[in-house]
């Protein structure tokens, strides 16, 4: 019996490589991915900066080596711009450029990254003089009694918003012997509770507010609501307009008011105002001479003070006998804050007890500052 013959299949005939694919492959894909890789390279060589910008709520501290214990040569606010000139082999420590040409170090701030600086190796210069140590200022108050006084000043003497004279009781308060200094402001700026200073510059130096030098003379470029900040975060607050003048010109024990804080003779006291003037701040309680009775320093010049209240041109007409805070400004009635005391910018003049000015209360001047009261 014959066997069934099994129908042959056709024969399948063989791929063809698939070459297209194996040279996209093997050849464009690594030349696409290393396109990519030195693009990376170039854009993050490109984009490296040479400077930092101190981040915010970070304080740059600058010191004379790389090292924490080194002596302090500037401070620098959040917002500053540093010119960077080195960096140490860990990249830990970034030289940067100061005034004068001068250079030191301060640690770089843990979000900046490392690829994104450019600075070669530097080896620190352990000859770098270092600056001379200032003993800091003692944070002093003076008490203040509960006592009446007669605020403003009498028909024919002053200006017009300095009149009516009127009888004001306070309750007992203290209040500083000097005006806040650039030392003590900086430690609330560290501590993340006050802005930076609006401008770094005194009237005559580029960096008062940067230079540990100046850490005994007085804050300015303050706005009035920083001002404000400081003396809440040291448990105080700024004084009354009542109380400043209180403590600038009324002599407790004699029940008398001095025109000027060390007497009604504006000749009779060197200050840092009119003609006696330094033409810029000086260390605080610089002037001896310029005291007031109740002790308090530097209320005639130096600097002009931030005090509390609104201003109104004509408050004193309507204004509260006992513990008066001024007139509301939520009212319209208050324009700008009152500034109180003298200046090395003004003549002796407006460093009578009773003159009044006012600024906005959003700016920093360079020539006011401020000191802080509390409640007895």
């Given amino acids: 019996m014959t066997k069934l013959q099994q129908p042959s299949r056709p024969s399948r005939p063989f791929a063809p490589r698939p070459t297209t694919q194996i040279a996209i492959g093997c050849v464009v894909v690594p030349i696409i991915l290393a396109l990519v890789i030195l693009g990376v390279i170039f854009y993050v060589r490109s ?110 003497l002053g200006e017009a918003d300095e009149t009516p004279a009127h009888p004001v009781s306070l309750s007992p308060f203290a209040i500083d012997r000097t005006e806040v200094t650039v030392g003590q402001y900086w430690q609330c700026i560290e501590a993340d509770e006050c802005e930076p200073p609006t401008s770094d510059a005194s009237n005559t130096v580029v960096n008062y507010l940067n230079d540990p030098a100046y850490d005994n003379y007085p804050i300015v470029n303050v706005a009035w609501t920083e001002a404000n900040n400081y003396c809440m975060w040291r448990g105080k607050r700024l004084p009354t307009e009542a109380e400043w003048e209180l403590a600038a010109g009324w002599d407790i024990d004699k029940k008398a008011k001095f025109l000027w804080p060390w007497g009604s003779d504006p000749t009779a006291a060197e200050a840092n105002i009119g003609e006696t003037s330094l033409g810029q701040a000086a260390p605080v309680g610089s002037f001896a001479e310029d005291v007031s009775a109740a002790g308090a320093l530097d209320m005639g010049g130096n600097v002009s003070e931030w005090v509390f209240d609104w201003y109104k041109s004509d408050y004193y007409k309507i204004a509260d006998d006992t513990d008066p805070i001024g007139p509301s400004q939520r009212r319209g009635e208050g324009t700008g804050r009152v500034v109180r005391g003298g200046s090395f910018n003004t003549s002796v003049d407006e460093a009578r007890t009773a003159n009044r000015r006012n600024q906005s209360p959003e700016y920093g001047y360079p020539d006011v500052g401020f000191r802080c009261a509390q409640d007895g």
């Avoid at 701030?109 to 080896?123: E, G, N, S």
């Fill in 47 to 156: 984009n490296t900066a040479t400077s930092i910008t101190v981040p915010e709520g970070d304080v740059a501290l600058v010191r004379t080596l790389p090292e924490e214990t080194a002596p302090l040569i500037a401070r620098f606010g959040s917002g500053r711009a540093l010119e960077i000139t080195g960096r140490t082999e860990d990249w830990r420590w970034l030289e940067v450029r100061l005034w004068d040409d001068r250079q030191g170090w301060t640690l770089r701030p843990l979000d900046i990254l490392v690829w994104r600086l450019d600075a070669q190796v530097v080896t620190p210069n352990s000859s770098e003089s270092a600056p001379e140590a200032v003993t800091p200022v003692e944070e002093e108050t003076l008490l203040i009694p509960a006592t009446s006084f007669t605020m403003g000043s009498p028909p024919g």
